[in-house]
C-alpha cells in the first residue's frame, strides 16, 4: 500500500539553526499538509499546500516556518531559526481531494529536539 | 475556535472486552469526521464518516456519527492486546485545509 514517507526520523539541532524535514507524499495525491504534536498535546495542523501555494496555514506557521515542493516528489518544511519550543513530532499528510472525500494519509513523523 | 474532545482519556481493560471510545465536536462547517489508530508512529487511517446513521465497519471496529447530537463513537469488540493503541478522532472542515484533532483515547488491554 502507497505510503507517507519522512526523514529524518530523528533531528537533533542546536537552538537558532535551520532544519528542513522532508517528505515524500504518496505519488498521485496533491494535497500535502504539516502538523506537530508536542509531548503529550493533541495534534496541531500548521500547513496545507496545493499547487505549490500555501492553501491555509495556522497561527504556529509564522514568519520562520516554510515550506516548498522542490521537484515533483519532496515535500519540505523548513524552520528558520529553531526555538527550544519548536521541539516536537513533526507528521507529513497528503490527499487525494482537497474537500474532504478522501482521508489524509500520515507518514511516521520526523521527531525535532532542539537544545 | 473549533473544538474536539474525546473521552475517556484513557482505557484499560481485558483482552476480549468489548470498548467504546467518545468524540464530540464543534466546529464551523463540518465536513467529515476521522479516526485513526496512532502506535509508535503515524496515525493510521481507520475510517471516514460524512453521513448521520450510518456504521462503518471493519472486521471488529465500528464507528458511527451523529451530525444532530454532534458526537462519534468508535466500538471494537473482543478486543486483543494489539488493539493496545492511541486512538484520535479528528475533523475535517469544509474549505479549511486542515484536521482538528482531539486529545486522543490511550487504550490498553491486557491479556
Known amino acids: 500500500e502507497p505510503e507517507v514517507t519522512q526523514t529524518p526520523s530523528h533531528q537533533v539541532t542546536q537552538m537558532g539553526q535551520e532544519v528542513i524535514l522532508r517528505c515524500v507524499p504518496i505519488?498521485?495525491?496533491?494535497?500535502f499538509y504539516w502538523y506537530r504534536q508536542i509531548l503529550g498535546q493533541k495534534v496541531e495542523f500548521l500547513v496545507s499546500f496545493y499547487n505549490n501555494e500555501i492553501s491555509e496555514k495556522s497561527e504556529i506557521f509564522d514568519d520562520q516556518f516554510s515550506v516548498e515542493r522542490p521537484d515533483g516528489s519532496n515535500f519540505t518544511l523548513k524552520i528558520r531559526s529553531t526555538k527550544l519550543e519548536d521541539s516536537a513530532m513533526y507528521f507529513c499528510a497528503s490527499s487525494g481531494d482537497r474537500g474532504g472525500n478522501q482521508p489524509q494519509h500520515f507518514g511516521d513523523g520526523t521527531r525535532l529536539s532542539i537544545l | 475556535e473549533d473544538k474536539v474532545v474525546q473521552s475517556p482519556l484513557s482505557l484499560v481493560v481485558h483482552e476480549g472486552d468489548t470498548v467504546t471510545l467518545n468524540c464530540s465536536y464543534e466546529?464551523?462547517?463540518?465536513?467529515?469526521l476521522l479516526w485513526y489508530k496512532q502506535e509508535k508512529k503515524a496515525p493510521t487511517f481507520l475510517f471516514m464518516l460524512t453521513s448521520s446513521g450510518i456504521e462503518k465497519k471493519s472486521g471488529r471496529l465500528s464507528s458511527i456519527l451523529d451530525k444532530k447530537e454532534l458526537f462519534s463513537i468508535l466500538n471494537i469488540t473482543a478486543t486483543q492486546t494489539g488493539d493496545s493503541a492511541v486512538y484520535l478522532c479528528a475533523v475535517g472542515v469544509y474549505r479549511a485545509q486542515k484536521l482538528v484533532f482531539g486529545q486522543g483515547t490511550r487504550l490498553t488491554i491486557n491479556p
Open positions: 466546529v464551523t462547517n463540518f465536513r467529515s
Open positions: 505519488s498521485n495525491h496533491l494535497y
